[in-house]
Protein backbone atom coordinates (compact mmCIF):
# COMPACT_ATOMS: atom_id res chain seq x y z
CA UNK A 1 0.00 0.00 0.00
CA UNK A 2 1.80 3.73 -1.08
CA UNK A 3 1.58 6.75 1.01
CA UNK A 4 -1.59 7.89 -1.12
CA UNK A 5 -3.88 4.83 -0.47
CA UNK A 6 -2.96 4.83 2.99
CA UNK A 7 -3.37 8.45 4.22
CA UNK A 8 -7.00 8.25 1.67
CA UNK A 9 -8.20 5.34 3.94
CA UNK A 10 -7.29 6.98 6.84
CA UNK A 11 -9.33 10.51 6.08
CA UNK A 12 -11.92 7.94 4.54
CA UNK A 13 -12.41 6.20 7.93
CA UNK A 14 -11.23 3.07 6.51
CA UNK A 15 -7.87 2.45 9.07
CA UNK A 16 -9.03 -1.18 9.38
CA UNK A 17 -6.58 -1.31 5.88
CA UNK A 18 -3.66 -0.08 7.22
CA UNK A 19 -3.25 -2.45 9.59
CA UNK A 20 -2.80 -5.47 7.16
CA UNK A 21 -1.06 -3.53 3.97
CA UNK A 22 1.83 -1.86 5.83
CA UNK A 23 4.60 -3.25 7.40
CA UNK A 24 6.46 -1.34 10.78
CA UNK A 25 8.87 0.28 8.68
CA UNK A 26 6.59 1.99 6.05
CA UNK A 27 3.93 2.63 9.14
CA UNK A 28 6.92 4.66 10.73
CA UNK A 29 7.77 6.65 7.76
CA UNK A 30 4.83 7.83 6.71
CA UNK A 31 3.94 8.66 10.72
CA UNK A 32 7.13 10.23 11.02
CA UNK A 33 6.43 12.48 7.60
CA UNK A 34 2.67 13.19 8.39
CA UNK A 35 3.72 14.32 11.67
CA UNK A 36 7.00 16.38 10.23
CA UNK A 37 4.39 18.39 7.54
CA UNK A 38 2.29 18.95 10.52
CA UNK A 39 5.30 20.45 12.03
CA UNK A 40 6.00 22.42 8.71
CA UNK A 41 2.08 23.61 8.11
CA UNK A 42 2.43 25.20 11.94
CA UNK A 43 5.11 26.69 11.66
CA UNK A 44 4.57 28.63 8.31
CA UNK A 45 1.18 29.43 9.71
CA UNK A 46 2.90 30.86 13.19
CA UNK A 47 5.18 32.94 11.29
CA UNK A 48 2.77 34.06 8.77
CA UNK A 49 0.41 35.24 11.80
CA UNK A 50 2.97 36.56 14.12
CA UNK A 51 4.97 39.04 11.78
CA UNK A 52 2.44 41.98 12.30
CA UNK A 53 2.09 41.20 15.99
CA UNK A 54 6.02 40.90 16.27
CA UNK A 55 5.88 44.19 14.54
CA UNK A 56 3.54 45.81 16.47
CA UNK A 57 4.99 44.89 20.15
CA UNK A 58 8.36 47.01 19.18
CA UNK A 59 10.25 43.74 17.49
CA UNK A 60 12.22 45.47 14.58
CA UNK A 61 11.53 44.30 11.14
CA UNK A 62 14.81 43.06 10.77
CA UNK A 63 15.05 41.06 14.06
CA UNK A 64 11.64 39.01 12.93
CA UNK A 65 12.71 35.74 11.37
CA UNK A 66 10.35 34.01 10.02
CA UNK A 67 12.56 31.10 9.85
CA UNK A 68 13.10 30.49 13.11
CA UNK A 69 9.29 30.42 13.85
CA UNK A 70 8.80 27.74 11.31
CA UNK A 71 11.63 25.52 12.03
CA UNK A 72 10.28 25.67 15.96
CA UNK A 73 7.10 24.63 14.83
CA UNK A 74 8.71 20.73 14.00
CA UNK A 75 9.68 20.05 17.65
CA UNK A 76 6.24 21.37 18.58
CA UNK A 77 4.64 19.18 16.24
CA UNK A 78 6.62 16.29 17.63
CA UNK A 79 6.19 16.92 21.51
CA UNK A 80 2.54 17.07 20.78
CA UNK A 81 2.79 13.74 18.96
CA UNK A 82 4.86 12.31 21.87
CA UNK A 83 2.79 13.48 24.65
CA UNK A 84 -0.73 12.81 23.09
CA UNK A 85 0.30 8.42 22.35
CA UNK A 86 1.65 8.09 25.57
CA UNK A 87 -1.57 9.51 27.22
CA UNK A 88 -3.55 7.43 24.90
CA UNK A 89 -1.27 4.41 25.28
CA UNK A 90 -1.33 4.41 28.98
CA UNK A 91 -4.77 5.17 29.27
CA UNK A 92 -6.11 2.82 26.47
CA UNK A 93 -4.29 -0.16 27.50
CA UNK A 94 -5.52 0.02 30.68
CA UNK A 95 -9.05 -0.18 29.10
CA UNK A 96 -7.67 -3.47 27.45
CA UNK A 97 -6.19 -2.45 24.52
CA UNK A 98 -3.59 -4.77 22.44
CA UNK A 99 -1.67 -2.23 21.02
CA UNK A 100 2.10 -1.61 22.03
CA UNK A 101 3.38 1.37 22.65
CA UNK A 102 5.21 2.01 18.75
CA UNK A 103 1.98 0.90 17.43
CA UNK A 104 0.68 2.95 18.95
CA UNK A 105 2.80 5.86 18.12
CA UNK A 106 2.60 5.28 14.40
CA UNK A 107 -0.94 4.96 14.34
CA UNK A 108 -1.46 8.02 15.83
CA UNK A 109 1.01 9.75 13.85
CA UNK A 110 -0.23 8.54 10.93
CA UNK A 111 -4.03 10.03 11.89
CA UNK A 112 -2.00 13.06 12.14
CA UNK A 113 -2.62 13.89 8.34
CA UNK A 114 -6.37 14.86 9.49
CA UNK A 115 -4.76 18.00 11.66
CA UNK A 116 -3.30 19.33 8.80
CA UNK A 117 -6.12 21.66 7.69
CA UNK A 118 -6.42 22.68 11.41
CA UNK A 119 -3.29 23.83 12.45
CA UNK A 120 -3.21 27.04 10.62
CA UNK A 121 -6.63 28.31 12.30
CA UNK A 122 -5.05 26.93 15.34
CA UNK A 123 -2.11 29.14 14.97
CA UNK A 124 -4.37 31.93 13.82
CA UNK A 125 -6.41 32.00 17.23
CA UNK A 126 -3.44 31.33 19.04
CA UNK A 127 -2.15 34.79 17.94
CA UNK A 128 -5.51 36.46 19.20
CA UNK A 129 -8.04 36.28 15.95
CA UNK A 130 -11.15 36.28 17.31
CA UNK A 131 -13.56 36.19 14.55
CA UNK A 132 -16.45 33.81 13.73
CA UNK A 133 -15.53 32.51 10.84
CA UNK A 134 -12.59 31.14 12.01
CA UNK A 135 -13.16 30.12 15.08
CA UNK A 136 -16.26 27.78 12.93
CA UNK A 137 -13.76 26.24 10.56
CA UNK A 138 -11.47 25.76 13.49
CA UNK A 139 -14.43 23.81 15.51
CA UNK A 140 -15.58 21.69 12.41
CA UNK A 141 -12.31 21.08 11.24
CA UNK A 142 -11.20 19.91 14.76
CA UNK A 143 -13.93 17.71 14.95
CA UNK A 144 -13.30 15.65 11.70
CA UNK A 145 -9.31 15.45 13.01
CA UNK A 146 -10.50 14.06 16.76
CA UNK A 147 -13.56 11.19 14.72
CA UNK A 148 -10.29 10.55 12.12
CA UNK A 149 -8.14 9.59 15.54
CA UNK A 150 -10.64 8.09 17.20
CA UNK A 151 -10.79 5.50 14.08
CA UNK A 152 -7.49 4.88 13.92
CA UNK A 153 -7.04 4.53 17.59
CA UNK A 154 -9.98 2.24 17.95
CA UNK A 155 -8.63 0.01 14.97
CA UNK A 156 -4.96 0.18 16.45
CA UNK A 157 -6.00 -0.92 20.02
CA UNK A 158 -8.32 -3.01 18.59
CA UNK A 159 -11.43 -2.19 21.48
CA UNK A 160 -15.34 -2.68 21.24
CA UNK A 161 -17.40 -0.02 20.87
CA UNK A 162 -18.64 0.51 23.86
CA UNK A 163 -14.84 0.52 25.43
CA UNK A 164 -13.92 2.75 22.69
CA UNK A 165 -16.96 5.44 23.59
CA UNK A 166 -16.09 5.32 27.25
CA UNK A 167 -12.52 6.03 27.04
CA UNK A 168 -13.49 8.44 24.55
CA UNK A 169 -15.81 10.45 26.66
CA UNK A 170 -13.41 9.79 29.60
CA UNK A 171 -10.05 11.35 27.81
CA UNK A 172 -12.46 14.23 26.64
CA UNK A 173 -13.92 14.66 30.35
CA UNK A 174 -10.18 14.86 31.27
CA UNK A 175 -8.41 17.06 28.72
CA UNK A 176 -11.32 19.51 29.27
CA UNK A 177 -10.35 19.84 33.00
CA UNK A 178 -7.04 20.09 32.58
CA UNK A 179 -7.21 22.96 29.70
CA UNK A 180 -9.63 24.71 31.78
CA UNK A 181 -7.14 24.55 34.86
CA UNK A 182 -4.48 25.11 32.45
CA UNK A 183 -6.44 28.83 31.19
Known sequence: MNYLTSMGNILAFKPIGLQKGLDIKRLQYYAILNVLILG?????????????????????????NPLKIIVAGIPVAFFMHAGAALFIWVFLKAMGGKANFLMSYFNIGMATIS?????????????GTVSPVITLLTGIFSLYAFAVNVRVIKAAFQLSNLKMTIATSVTLMYISCFLYLWI
Open 40 to 64: IIYGCSAALFSQSILVEKGFEATAY
Open 115 to 127: LWIVAPFAAALQI
